[in-house]
């Protein structure tokens, strides 16, 4: 049964009337390749009718049945998600619902059509989907990110809705057949590229604004290199959807995009509950300068060469540790937090005073962060460690036991 049928004859002319304009005309295909285990590889067209539709949208906006369906949409208060997500920044006017829910139905459309010979079947279909998302009592949120330079032997759960797990089989490329240019290289082959972050939220029906997911992922990006020291990075693109149908392809952080130098890493059970308390804890950067800069300045230290890494590394623990005594007293209260015996903290010492950091100077740097982060308090880590210096209580305890 139609909830709204206003809305479905003024979809429905739209449609029509842009399959007139469009009939005979020649699409775009990807050419799809499937890799199998034991035997070759099998390969398929697809249609890139989405692209299609977007080159042609001018002439399609200027259809006066564009119009009509536009005055329909603005009669209902659920479109509104579909239209603020479309646009980024909240807006609801008529090119926004044009884009974000006229394009997508007659996209929807002309893929189970296979292009735009009319089927009033596809239609239909498109037409019952479109009415769950707009008028269901609640609707799934989902964003997807390829990972790269990590491997997994089991889903790992990162918290607030965000899970690392295996790629499914053209889950991607089923709603984005344009995915594979926008994929990184060699994804779904290599061990270290089988990944991907996952977003999932359910939204209220009358929730209008959809997660931020690109700062989300990123966030979850940074707690894995911090958790395991491993050369990750996800995207470049973030591919949303919602219930189910595609939403946006939007770009993810630069910083969490781009791979740094290093080997792959694998998550085990420890480091992904690891992540998970790190990236929940990542929050109290904003409230925290100090910390905030140092976890910038020793994320860009991973894509920089020397002598700039050495530096990015030695301002990231003086921002961590420096107080007011500079690098000097911060490489102090790291060896004194990180080292468990004597010599070790000698050592570490005089590693962190050097003019180039050594591999194990550089990883105490990510172990003073991932410690500062899961103590919760900077200010009262700096304090227990100039404590422990006086002789006035014991060193704090390590909460980190994977290096």
Do not use: N
Request: negative net charge; contains cysteine.
């Amino acid at each position: 049964m139609l909830r709204a049928p206003h809305l479905y004859e003024s979809l429905r002319a739209f449609c029509l009337a842009a399959f007139a304009v469009e009939r005979g005309a020649q699409l775009p295909f990807a050419f799809e390749e499937h890799a199998t285990r034991d035997g070759p590889s099998l390969y398929e067209y697809r249609p890139l009718v989405r692209g299609f539709v977007e080159e042609q949208s001018p002439t399609l906006r200027r259809l006066p049945d564009a119009r009509h369906a536009i005055a329909d949409l603005q009669r209902e208060p659920a479109a509104a998600i579909f239209a603020r997500a479309h646009s980024g920044i909240g807006d609801t006017g008529d090119e926004a619902l044009f884009r974000s829910i006229l394009l997508p139905m007659l996209t929807w459309t002309a893929e189970r059509c296979g292009g735009f010979d009319w089927q009033d079947e596809a239609f239909e279909a498109a037409y019952r989907d479109l009415e769950r998302t707009l008028f269901g009592t609640a609707r799934t949120y989902v964003a997807l990110a390829p990972v790269v330079g990590l491997s997994a032997g089991r889903d790992a759960d990162l918290g607030a809705g965000i899970t690392l797990r295996p790629i499914v089989s053209r889950e991607i490329s089923s709603l984005w057949p344009e995915a594979r240019g926008l994929m990184p290289p060699d994804f779904g082959r290599d061990i270290d590229r089988l990944l991907v972050l996952e977003l999932q939220r359910e939204l209220d029906h009358d929730e209008a604004e959809p997660p931020d997911a690109a700062a989300e992922l990123a966030d979850a990006v940074s707690a894995l290199r911090l958790a395991t020291a491993g050369a990750i990075a996800a995207g470049p693109v973030v591919f949303e959807r919602l219930d189910f149908r595609p939403l946006r392809v939007a770009p993810l952080l630069p910083i969490a995009a781009t791979q740094p130098r290093g080997e792959p890493a694998r998550l085990d059970g420890i480091r992904a509950r690891l992540t998970a308390d790190l990236r929940e804890k990542l929050t109290l950067a904003d409230d925290d300068r100090g910390l905030g800069e140092a976890l910038d300045r020793w994320e860009l230290s991973l894509f920089s060469e020397e002598p700039f890494r050495s530096a990015q590394l030695r301002e990231a623990l003086t921002c961590l540790f420096g107080a007011d005594g500079g690098v000097w007293a911060a490489a102090i209260r790291a060896a004194v937090l990180l080292g468990e015996k004597t010599r070790e903290r000698s050592d570490l010492l005089e590693a962190l005073r050097g003019e180039r950091l050594p591999h194990p100077a550089r990883d105490a740097v990510r172990r003073a962060l991932v410690e500062t982060l899961l103590h919760g308090s900077r200010a009262e880590l700096v304090v227990a460690l100039d404590d422990t210096l006086l002789g006035l209580r014991p060193r704090p305890s390590s909460v980190l036991r994977v290096a």
